[in-house]
């Protein structure tokens, strides 16, 4: 059974640069996350999807973040203007279900020059 | 996030000693969940646990939960460099399944 699976693998921008990061869940995982990990730190929740439904994003940026989850399968994460703070890895997260294990994809590494 | 505490922050140990890693909440847990880390690379589940008094064992890898102090530990005895690596602890706090909250992490270098 095929992981999760996150693209690209690296991206390098310029500040003030748009930036799209794709996910693909595990097959049948109806909760998709996407974590916000900076350097020497936790990831952090940037929002978590049941389907299609974003049931918490409390902590996304909403002035230069956007998400969506099409069809309740893959999701997009998009910054845009990207800032220098905004380097950090992105990672996307899946579960079958609320309150089950999380499994994680390689991650996005993005860097902000 | 200060909720979720680890320590230590970072670890040297030599191959083949026992080490331990801590992880204290300062909330009511309803799960404690151990991944594992490589730099740069995404999360590896190791081990769930949930009710008071629980331990978990994979390999050399052990996890407890302390329900009455919030405390979970993680013990990996005769410590191998395949151990190295950043251990995270990630914390649920409701059965309604609000996304796991992670500590900062403990970073484990074993050197041979």
């Known amino acids: 059974e095929a992981g999760v699976v996150q693209s690209p693998r690296y991206k390098i921008i310029e500040k003030k640069q748009p930036v799209a990061f794709w996910c693909n869940p595990i097959s049948g995982h109806n909760t998709l996350y996407w974590y916000r990990q900076n350097l020497g730190q936790g990831p952090e929740l940037l929002i978590r999807?049941?389907?299609?439904?974003?049931?918490?994003d409390s902590q996304l940026p909403k002035d230069r973040f956007s998400a969506e989850r099409l069809k309740g399968v893959d999701s997009t994460l998009k910054i845009q203007p990207a800032e220098l703070g905004d380097s950090a890895v992105y990672l996307c997260?899946?579960?079958?279900?609320?309150?089950?294990?999380?499994?994680f994809g390689s991650g996005t590494q993005l860097s902000v020059l | 996030s200060q909720e979720l505490e680890q320590s230590p922050q970072s670890l040297i140990v030599q191959e083949g000693k026992n080490l331990t890693i801590n992880c204290t909440s300062s909330k009511t847990l309803y799960g404690l969940y151990w991944y594992k880390q490589k730099y740069g690379e995404g999360l590896i589940f190791l081990m769930m646990l949930q009710k008071g008094g629980e331990e978990k064992s994979h390999e050399k890898i052990t996890a407890k939960l302390d329900e009455k102090k919030q405390q979970s530990s993680l013990h990996i005895t005769a410590s191998q460099p395949s151990h190295a690596g950043i251990y995270l602890c990630g914390a649920a706090y409701n059965q309604a399944g609000t996304a796991l909250i992670f500590g900062k992490g403990t970073t484990l270098s074993v050197s041979s």
């Open positions: 999807y049941e389907n299609e439904e974003a049931v918490d």
């Open positions: 997260a899946s579960s079958p279900r609320p309150n089950e294990k999380l499994f």
